[in-house]
């Protein structure tokens, strides 16, 4: 018998027509060198360039398959929809602009298992001055805020428990918190070093004030909704 697929890749896309052609030659390296049987599901975030032609024409192979969104609704939204539709054990995310490489998930698997959700830290950052200092600000404000002591929280390379990704509570922003909303829910996480590029293709989705001000309020929102989450334990049942 044909061994089951043990692990979705999650790729959301917006306007990556650029990025994509070498992306697809990375992730199919990635699929025959993975020891966990992979398969790849983009997410396709109502582009208007010509991504959607381009997974279309990917998804006929047996190892892709692609969701495409009735209208553009942001990277947390995409990433849901992804989560919402993984059916392996094992769901993993990694953004189109290669930024990060699919083949550092190799360094994950020994943890995978272990832990609830593996999280990548990127070394070396190779980004915009702005963008650099941009996210260290918002990282200091929600580490002090929520205090996770997740070094990384937006580092583009994960791998989680299926069954409590699709459990957690899900909001705009969220993309930023998945390490805290794991933990929120009882789950174990692990951060592990990870390589970091320079984006080749296409161009940034975001400029100062989603990257900066977003990320404030969006710390705001998880504060409030930390405080309101409903947990409990049972003593005796009959």
């Known amino acids: 018998m044909e061994k089951k697929y043990s692990l979705t ?14 992306l697809k030659k990375e992730l199919d390296q990635f699929i025959r060198k993975s020891p966990e049987k992979t398969k790849i599901l983009f997410v396709d975030d ?6 959607l032609e381009l997974i279309r024409k990917y998804s006929e192979e047996d190892e892709y398959d692609y969701l495409s969104l009735e209208k553009n609704s942001g990277l947390s939204t995409a990433l849901k929809a992804g989560i919402d539709h993984v059916d392996t054990p094992y769901a993993a995310y990694i953004d189109a602009d290669l930024q990060t490489h699919p083949m550092d998930f190799l360094l994950f698997y020994p943890y995978m298992r272990e832990y609830t959700l593996i999280n990548g830290i990127r070394q070396n950052r190779s980004d915009t001055f702005v963008k650099r200092v941009s996210s260290r600000i918002a990282n200091a404000f929600r580490r002090w805020m929520i205090k996770d ?4 929280t937006c580092c583009p ?3 989680m428990h299926t069954q409590a990704a699709q459990e957690i509570p899900f909001f705009k922003g969220m993309h930023r918190f998945l390490p805290a909303l794991i933990m ?9 070093p990870v390589r970091h590029f320079p984006r080749i293709a296409g161009e940034a989705k975001y400029h100062l004030f ?3 001000v977003g990320p404030l309020f969006d710390t705001f929102a998880f ?4 405080k309101r989450n409903i947990q409990y334990k049972i003593q005796e049942r009959s």
């Open 157 to 159: 390379l994960k791998i």
């Open 184 to 192: 929120l829910k009882g789950g174990t996480v692990k951060e592990i």
């Open 9 to 22: 890749v999650i790729v959301p896309v917006f306007n990556e027509e650029e990025s994509l052609p070498r």
């Open 46 to 51: 109502h582009s208007i360039d010509g991504s």
């Open 149 to 152: 002591n997740i070094q990384d």
């Open 210 to 212: 989603n990257r900066l």
């Open 223 to 226: 504060v409030w909704m930390r």
